[in-house]
C-alpha cells in the first residue's frame, strides 16, 4: 500500500496536466476578447442602435459629427467667434438672432451693472438663470469681479436699505466704507467706464487723481532749493571741509522736501489737486485741476468744465472724485 501511493499520486498528476478540461487555451480566448472590429468595418453594425448618419455631438469650443458609411467620428468646422450659449454666457443678435460671444471685460461690465441696478434701483437686468449662467462663466474665466469680500458686500446692502428708507450706517460710516473701498481698488465703491441712465440722461463716471501731475507742481521750488542748497555748501563749507556734492546733497534732502512742500502749499499752488478721466458722454480724456494759483482763485468743491469735443458741462466733485452731466431738458 506504501509503495503503490506514490505511483498513484504521479499517475493523476499526469492526467491533469494533459488534460485540456483543466486547462484551457487563454491565449486565443483573450486575443479574440480584446480585438478590435476590422479595418474598414463600421463601428457601429447596421440595425443596432449606434448614432444615426449626420448626429452630432458638442464639447466646448468643437463639434463632432458621426458619418453611418465609415462609422467613424469626425470633427465639423466651428468658427472660433462663434459662440455655444451651453458652454458659456452669450447675448443674442436682435437682427439675426444668432448667440454673440462677449469678452471677459464686457462681461464683467454686464455683471457689475446687474449687480448695481438690483441693490441700487430695484430693477432686475438679467433674470436668475442668465445671472447664475454669467456668474459661472466669470468664474471658470478667473474673473475676480464674482468674489465680492465682506465690505463690498457691506457697502451694497447699505445703499440697498438707504434707498428703502432704512438706512443700517450712518453718513459718517457710509463715506468711511466708500474711502476704503476706493483706496483698495474695488469695482463697486468707483466706476472707471461712463454709464447713463435713460430715465434722467445724466451721465456720470469715477475720475482719478494724476499723483505724476500732481507731484510735478513741486518740482519748480524742489529745483530752485536744491541749487541753493548745493551753492551755499560751497560757498560755506567748501572753504573749511571738501565733501562730495552728492553727499552734500543727501543731507539737504530733508530741507529740501519739507521747503518745497511747505512753499509750493502755501503760496504757488495752494489746495492743489489734479484728476484725469473720461468724459461721460464722449469718453474724451479729461483733466480737472483744483485749487489755486498764486492767489488766484481756482475751482474748490466742485468743478464745472466743459468737454472739448463734445462740450458737455461736467461737475466733478472733489471729493468724491464723481463726475456727472446735467440733466437733460425734456
Known sequence: MVATTPRFAAAVA????GSDAFAPSLVGRTLNSFRGPAAGRPLFAEGSDGP????????????????????????????????????E???????????????????ERIFLDALQSYYISGRQLLNDADFDRLKEDLAWSGSKMVKMNRQETKYLAAVQAYLKGTPILSDAEF??????LKEEGSTFASSKEPKCYIDTGICTVTYQQDKFRNNLLYLPVGAILGIVWLALGFELIEPIIRINPIILAALGAPLIYNGSISITESFIFPNNKIVYGPCPVCETETRVYFGDILGVEGFGDVATVKCTKCKSEINVQRKSLRASTLPKND
Request: net charge negative.
Open 14 to 17: 499526469c492526467l491533469i496536466a
Open 52 to 87: 444615426k448618419d449626420g448626429t452630432t455631438i458638442t464639447s466646448a469650443r468643437k463639434e463632432i459629427g458621426y458619418d453611418a458609411s465609415t462609422g467613424r467620428f469626425f470633427e465639423t468646422d466651428i468658427d472660433p467667434e462663434d459662440c455655444i450659449p451651453d458652454n
Open 89 to 107: 454666457y452669450c447675448v443674442i443678435d436682435q437682427d439675426s438672432g444668432a448667440p454673440v460671444r462677449l469678452t471677459l471685460e464686457e462681461k
Open 175 to 180: 463715506d468711511q466704507l466708500k474711502a476704503q
